[in-house]
């Protein structure tokens, strides 16, 4: 699996715009070493520990700007809060408080993205559409964490057409959202190695490739 090649390829096939987050997941510290030297800088991990380990592995590479992609559990938020960048799985209200009082108290302010659900799927965390317009003005009182984006990861087995109108409509949500609140959600973290193009298409600002890149997890 050349690495080079693969990012060659997709690269060529994005607009600059968008931020290409490779996913490390069950990849060696080699494999990563690789894309930075390509020119990659921001890697994504969805394991706490895995992360810290390869982190601390590389931390002479100051640049990387680390995601966090993983569900999160409470008593794993602090370290999420103090080694990643970005979080990209802020999946309910009280995660989302939970991280705010830790980035008062840690005086941390990180990037996150609101995890939402369009369709209905009972194997993905996240809000479905109802649930964050109950929540917003609370989210809207949120002062430490950034809000910056929704992040959405599709149910599996749907057509191209739907992939098309859950990415179109996962934007449309965000664009509703930042016009009838205080929040503004620029950035879309939606795409994956199976359907980064239809999420570019619809707007993804971020798309989240491993597999595309890396080839198939050991």
């Not at 194997?123 to 609370?138: A, H, P, R, T």
């Not at 949120?142 to 929704?150: P, V």
Request: glycine share 4%; charged share 25%.
């Amino acid at each position: 699996m050349n690495i080079s090649e693969n990012l060659d390829k997709i690269l060529g096939q994005i607009p600059s715009s968008v931020r290409l987050v490779a996913v490390t997941k069950k990849k060696s510290v080699a494999a990563i070493e690789e894309a930075y030297n390509y020119g990659i800088r921001d890697f994504a991990e969805s394991r706490v520990q895995e992360a810290l380990e390869k982190q601390e592995q590389l931390q002479n590479y100051q640049d990387i700007c680390w995601h966090f992609i993983g569900h999160i559990q409470t008593n794993k938020a602090k370290q999420v809060l103090k080694n990643f960048h970005w979080i990209h799985s802020v999946d309910s209200l009280k995660l989302a408080k939970y991280l705010d009082k830790l980035a008062d108290k840690n005086s941390i302010s990180p990037h996150v993205c609101l995890q939402v659900k369009i369709l209905h799927d009972p194997n993905k965390y996240g809000w479905k559409v109802e649930e964050i317009w109950q929540d917003l003005s609370k989210l809207e009182s949120l002062k430490y964490i950034k809000i910056d984006g929704l992040m959405t990861i599709l149910p599996l087995g749907l057509s191209q057409n739907e992939c098309l109108d859950t990415f179109a409509k996962t934007k449309e949500l965000a664009s509703k959202i930042t016009e009838k609140s205080s929040l503004q959600l620029k950035e879309l973290s939606m795409g994956m190695s199976n359907d980064y193009l239809l999420a570019v298409e619809k707007g993804a600002t971020m798309i989240r490739l491993g597999t595309i890149i890396f080839g198939e997890r050991n």
